[in-house]
């Protein structure tokens, strides 16, 4: 079934279809969410309440338009805004490294290193390149649809996928040199 | 990180495939019941109570700046008016002082040639 579809049934009140919809754009919610906020449980809070607000806001769904961008667009405004308001109260360091699991063999921990590079390298990238990079390279949306998300023309997505690539390949550079001489 | 330049106008697979493993967490049916049993309390379509007076709010405070508006430039526009336009005993008093003297008014016989004469020599 068609998102619109989905999205029309839930208006209607149907849980089930809600859940669909739900269930086709958790990882991409979650994975936006925490793009911005770093900290998973943030991150899910973010796009939980991205998902809630959805939810509320059915009725301004244009189903003539795909669902993705209009639901992604909420969920990113809810990250931002959790973003926002962690900034104001935190005193606390926000702390950009987010360990995960136990450590296991070797190969397991240098796939968790490298991705704790990216997580960091990523954290240091200003807001909205880190979500264009991630709505483009990891979601596959278009810089039109990105544009869309982030309410920005499709010229500085192109800018902000640019840069954010850039740094972000340059923040791996090394760590790539250091696998590629590692016997 | 070699491969396709930044200016590449398609997705990069090797980056975009190290960013979802980075930032994939897992956990996804358990996400999925949080938020299910979240929204048990929500109605759909229907925003949030503060929500919707947030909304009020925002068109009760264009309506006031409007309202406040259309008050200035009445108000702006009476005291043009009312500098604009005196009075018909202002008129009258004005033109009583400035053209004709009270000796030329107050007769009720004709001046003489002298009377006009002097009264339009006086400083």
Same mark, same amino acid.
């Given at each position: ?29 979650? *994975? ?25 806001? %059915? ?10 961008p209009w %639901?992604l667009r909420i969920?990113a405004n809810?990250?931002t ?36 590079? %990216? ?9 909205r390149?880190?979500m264009a ?13 990105i544009a869309e998300v982030l309410g920005i023309p499709v010229?500085t997505v ?6 954010? *690539? ?18 | ?8 106008? *398609? ?105 006009? %004469? ?6």
């Amino acid at each position: 079934m068609r998102d619109a579809e989905l999205a029309a049934l839930a208006q209607a009140g149907d849980r089930e279809a809600f859940g669909e919809l739900v269930k086709r754009y958790t990882a991409g919610a979650r *994975r936006v969410a925490r793009a911005v906020l770093g900290n998973p449980e943030d991150a899910d809070d973010a796009a939980q309440d991205g998902f809630l607000a959805a939810l509320r806001h %059915l009725g301004r769904y244009d189903p003539n338009r795909p669902f993705g961008p209009w %639901l992604l667009r909420i969920v990113a405004n809810a990250a931002t805004d959790r973003m926002r308001r962690r900034r104001v109260r935190a005193a606390e360091v926000i702390p950009v490294t987010m360990a995960t699991g136990e450590p296991g063999p070797d190969q397991e921990a240098d796939r968790s290193t490298l991705h704790e590079a %990216l997580r960091q390298a990523l954290a240091t990238l200003p807001e909205r390149q880190r979500m264009a990079v991630v709505l483009f390279d990891v979601e596959g949306y278009t810089h039109g649809e990105i544009a869309e998300v982030l309410g920005i023309p499709v010229g500085t997505v192109r800018s902000h996928v640019f840069h954010g *690539r850039r740094s972000l390949r340059g923040a791996l550079a090394p760590w790539k040199d250091w696998k590629e001489d590692a016997p | 990180m070699s491969g396709p330049s930044p200016f590449d106008h *398609r997705p990069d697979p090797e980056l975009g495939a190290l960013l979802r493993q980075a930032l994939d967490q897992g956990g996804e049916d358990a996400f999925l019941d949080r938020v299910m049993a979240a929204a048990g309390g929500v109605e759909a379509g229907v925003p949030a109570a503060w929500q919707v007076l947030g909304l009020w709010a925002r068109h009760g405070v264009a309506a006031a700046l409007v309202g406040l508006a259309a008050a200035t430039i009445w108000w702006a526009s009476a005291s043009n008016r009312n500098e604009a336009e005196p009075s018909l005993e202002e008129v009258f008093l004005a033109s009583a002082e400035t053209v004709a003297p009270p000796f030329l008014t107050a007769t009720t016989a004709p001046a003489s040639f002298d009377q006009v %004469l002097a009264s339009s020599l006086e400083p």
